[in-house]
């Protein structure tokens, strides 16, 4: 085979592509230029795959604009070279030019789509792209199945999303995590455990990707034993000493069903940490009141080389507010602009909020609302009202009241919480005027909930509720707990 013909050329450049030579890459593309072999469209397509896989997108654009023609192939690389890249806006504009050369979509050309649609919030995009997969018979395909559930999942239409997958006629683990997770994002962890055992039940084995998002499940329903169970099998199977991210999860879930020492036990035992593993790690240590044992993580992570990022600011000044450690949130509030010079963000504010709030400091922390460079948050300033409900505080309390019902005209609970303040002070009138405006707005606070995990069943309680089989027991316990805690004097 000649050196100078396309197909050795071509060879040449797949080369590259698998080793991410680069340097021969563009040597090869002169050597095409050289010989006159540039408009031949199998060469072209192999420098825009070269050029967007090496990441070199500038390049590989300019060589697909310079294309007489174009076929199916060099437009897919182009598109999922813009969603690979997060370039969401440029992957949707470069799909209208395709619209407009007369080619048909194919099985490849869509996934990115949905994926690039669930990322801006386009809904309507992402459901025509449906359309398109019914039209043209790609429902069988499951890279194009995976991705509409994926789509579905992420944009919270989590009733379509189970029934593109109900359709699917060969569901393999990833297609199970999707909708696992997808019930997990949503709150809706009780379905997320119904669908890992159902997936159990096809025959199917838990994996190293599935194992997050069941973990994460079984934290945010309270399942302890389940999440023994799946922690148990992690350890049979080996996966905890090379995935960071099952480690990550175990530390939450243990965090979440109260066993801070099987958080820790995990952590420590971990052979391959990252930022998140610290993060977490800091947050369990603030959800259970240790705030100073979340600050002596945070310093032993930076002396161990690990840059704070914003989720990781976060979990800190949570972890100051749970445990009333002022001085040092402000230190290290200050320090997000002034040692690692990026803005503090809406979630820092919020949390800085509450803890000056928790503690009085009410004057406080409206003086730093005013500070913000961003528009206020409802979550901001819901964390002031809660301040303002705990301290009685009425002249800021409908400050942030009048806000939230603004920014919230349909949360029954920033209602609920002025109601709370103006009985704290006996100003009846103004409660039931704020009653009357949720009268009349058809507003209906859901009952509180807390649960309990016995023999592997969650035990669900909520206020009012008789149905458990046994109402009065449950009563008669729980005011012989909250009479304790008076006469201990550990109640407020």
Known sequence: MSRGSPFYLSRLLRGCLRHSAISQA???????QILGLLPRITLQTDLVLVYSRCGFLHHARQVFDRMLHRDMHSWNIIIASYVDKSLYSEALLAFSEFNLSGLRPDHYTLPPLFKASAAVGNICLGATCHGCVVRLGYGD???????????????????EARRVF???????SVVWNLMISGYGRAGFHADAMNCLREMLQNGLKIDHMIVPSVLNACGRE?????GKQVHGYVVRSFMLDVDAAIGNALINM?????CLQDSEKVFRNMRHVNLVTWTTMISCYGMHGKGDESLSLFKKMIQFGFTPNSVTFTAILASCSHSGLIDQGWQIFNSIHLDYRFEPNAEHYACMVDLLGRYGYLVEAIKLLKTMKSSVTPKVWGALLAGCMMHRNVEIGEIAADQ???????????YIALCNIYESRGMLEKVSRVRAKMKELGLVK????????????VNKFYQGDLSHPLPRMVYEISDQISDALILSGDAE
């Not at 563009?26 to 095409?32: E, L």
């Open 254 to 258: 243990y965090g979440k069903c109260g």
């Open 141 to 159: 395909y499951v890279i194009v199945g995976s991705s509409l559930v994926e789509f579905y999942a992420k944009c919270g239409a989590l009733d």
């Open 404 to 414: 939230l019902f603004q920014l919230e005209p349909n949360n029954a609970s920033n």
């Open 222 to 226: 309270g399942d302890l034993m389940k």
């Open 166 to 172: 109900s359709n699917m006629h060969f569901r393999d």
């Open 26 to 32: 563009k040597q090869c593309h002169a050597q095409i």
């Open 446 to 457: 859901a009952p509180g909930c807390s649960w309990i995990n016995l023999t592997g069943r």
